[in-house]
């Protein structure tokens, strides 16, 4: 084990009915103007909107609606939300969605209290922004942990650029899981199959042998799966829902990265495959993940037969990825890159400078060079 510290700053609400149990005293800690913030209108669809209104008007809040926020949230949709929050006297951020629109108002409540480019802060000068404007998170679509950390996954349009913007901490987290029982069959799948790649991600990192944190990992991997197979037999199977929830959250909580180093070059190479094509994050992992794991197989041969005992009863390195593979077929999720949705056809141009571009990760089984990244790319198509 390597020497850490580690604390936690997120509280967590799990359960049937958390919101209306919680959030009333949660409510009472923070000033009056509060920022209802969310994405493109599915939680007026399933009644959450209101509840959520409702609640804050019970608490005597004013509310300031804030939504709109895209799937891979912009950085100038980010801006917008600090501009308005700085102009209106926000005082709290209440964030309802998944991962996009926790992760932009991150970014809205540190760049709102900032004399400065939050972009420009992190990126030029290597610096962290102080604390923004206190926030908590209403999963309702699980997948990304993004309710219990500070790290934003944020696209910069005009940079071509995508990648971790570092703002607020959620002060706290409801996670609900009859909230995700709408969420479409594919994203609902999409986002566990995320859920499952930071756990592989971390799982994959440096670490020895009888490291804990590789054991938790396990587990999470193995549960993950089995949950996946649970909720594409039954997609209202709630208990499944409410496991893959909570894996999700749990893996996002650090406690898994502590004492090791983590791997997540697939994170890497997906989140520029985004930039260029704003494709579905846990889609873009879905297909990138096995081919990425046959060129790192004979540098974690150990590991990976492992992680094959675990997840998938296999016996060998080779026979684990292979029964990945299998799994994310059997799970109807994409497994080439002409099955991604895209804004511009993936050509072999479009990789190489997808390849040209990603950060290149020093703490996975081995570092990629940017040609083998193209073809791990390439034998994607
Ligand atoms: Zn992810």
């Avoid at 005293?25 to 509060?34: D, M, P, S, W």
């Avoid at 950390?149 to 987290?173: C, D, H």
């Avoid at 409410?242 to 997540?264: A, C, Q």
């Avoid at 060129?295 to 992680?307: C, G, N, S, V, Y």
Wanted: proline share 4%; glycine share 10%; with cysteine.
């Amino acid at each position: 084990m390597e020497r850490f510290t580690y604390t936690y700053p997120t509280k967590v609400y799990f359960g049937q009915g958390a919101a209306a149990e919680h959030l009333p005293a949660e409510l009472e800690r923070f000033g009056k103007t509060v920022m209802l913030a969310y994405g493109g209108g599915s939680i007026r669809k399933n009644g959450i909107y209101d509840e959520m209104k409702d609640l804050l008007t019970r608490a005597g809040k004013e509310i300031v609606e804030f939504s709109g926020i895209m799937p891979n949230p912009t950085y100038a949709k980010a801006l917008e939300g600090a501009a308005l929050a700085r102009e209106r006297g926000v005082d709290f951020i209440l964030a309802v969605g998944g991962g996009s629109v926790i992760d932009c108002c991150k970014v809205i409540s540190a760049q709102a209290h900032l004399g400065e480019d939050i972009w420009e802060l992190e990126y030029l000068k290597n610096d962290l922004p102080p604390q923004g404007i206190p926030m908590g998170a209403v999963v309702t679509a699980s997948g990304t942990g993004a309710e219990v950390n500070s790290e934003a996954v944020i696209t910069y349009e005009e940079k071509l650029w995508k990648g971790s913007v570092y703002g607020t901490f959620p002060s706290f987290a409801v996670l609900d899981p009859n909230y995700t029982l709408s969420v479409p069959r594919m994203q609902a799948l999409s986002g566990a199959f995320d859920s499952l790649s930071h756990a592989m991600e971390i799982y994959l990192g440096h670490s020895d042998a009888d490291n804990l944190s590789d054991d938790l990992a396990l587990a999470v991997i193995q549960n993950t799966v089995v949950n996946m197979r649970r909720m594409l037999a039954d997609m209202g199977d709630i208990q499944a829902r409410g496991n893959l929830m909570w894996d999700s959250t749990l893996t996002e909580t650090g406690i898994f990265k502590v004492g090791r180093s983590t791997d997540f070059q697939a994170h890497h190479i997906e989140h520029q495959l985004g930039a260029y094509t704003d494709c579905s994050h846990g889609q873009g992992l879905a297909v990138i993940h096995p081919a990425y794991y046959r060129h790192i197989l004979k540098d974690a041969e150990e590991k990976f037969a492992r992680l094959g005992r675990a997840a998938f009863g296999t016996d060998g390195a080779q026979a684990a990825v292979e029964a990945l593979a299998d799994f994310i077929k059997a799970c109807g999720l994409p497994t080439r890159m002409g099955q991604l949705r895209s804004r511009v056809e993936i050509t072999p141009q479009v990789l190489r400078q997808v390849a040209d571009t990603c950060n290149l990760v020093e703490t996975g089984p081995r570092t990629l060079s940017r040609d083998e990244i193209y073809e791990i790319l390439m034998e994607c198509m």
